[in-house]
């Protein structure tokens, strides 16, 4: 049986690729829901945004939206867990 690690091998779900296809390329706002930025209030309540280089815990929950953002903080990777 292979290997499957959460987020590295394994498929994303339905949910993770519809997040994807919400988010990817769009800068997240306070107030503002536009072409090119969505607004974080339209979050699922459990979700963390990642920054580059941010520390964060390794514990896994499965119901979590990670949402990674590049350095001019566009979105650039969502992931469950």
């Known amino acids: 049986m292979p290997l499957v690690v959460p987020g ?6 339905n949910k993770t690729q519809e997040w994807q ?3 990817l390329g ?4 306070d107030t ?3 072409e090119t930025l969505f607004c974080k209030k339209d979050l699922p309540q459990e979700h963390r945004v990642v920054a580059p280089g ?3 815990t390794t514990d896994f929950k499965e119901g979590r ?3 990674h953002l590049d350095d001019d903080g ?8």
């Open 32 to 34: 503002e829901h536009t």
């Open 54 to 56: 941010q520390a964060v």
């Open 74 to 81: 566009t979105v650039s990777r969502v992931t469950h867990g």
């Open 21 to 23: 296809s919400k988010l």
């Open 8 to 13: 590295i091998t394994s498929q994303p779900d």
């Open 65 to 67: 939206l990670n949402v």
């Open 26 to 29: 769009k800068k997240l706002s």
